[in-house]
């Protein structure tokens, strides 16, 4: 069931809500029917030295960045069963949102080594971020009307 449109921009939507407070102040992620992007710009002058030489010692872009994907998401693999296929749709958009604001931050988004994860109900579809120490920043739960 792949997903793409006006579904894929309310999928993104909802996802955006809940990662909201993740997404650094100076960070801003806006979706259409097409496509999904985000932008960065730096005030240098509020910046200070320490963290204008750390920004550089990990070769991180500054002044601004932006990046952009495709909202198309899922799969296309026949006779999928629905739960799989709502699972992995929102594992692939909660992903292309990780893609742009990792190539837009300069860094790891939300942190590093952190990959998504989702667990899938009759109702609903739960998602968060773990790494491979078992640790997790929880996303939240989409309802699968959405997906």
Known sequence: ??????????????????VGDLVPEH????ANRYSLQASRFDDLSRMSQEDL???????RPLGGAMAETSLTFGTWIPFLPRQLAARLTVVDALESIQDVLTKVIGSAWPESG??????????????????????TIPVGTISRAVV
């Open 114 to 135: 952190f990959e998504v994860r989702a667990g899938v109900s009759a109702a609903e579809v739960r998602v968060w971020f773990e790494n491979a120490a078992g640790n």
């Open 53 to 59: 030489r750390r920004a550089e010692e990990e070769q």
């Open 27 to 30: 960070v801003t992620v806006t």
């Open 1 to 18: 069931m792949a997903v793409r449109g006006e579904r894929a921009r309310r999928l993104i939507d909802e996802l955006l809500r809940l």
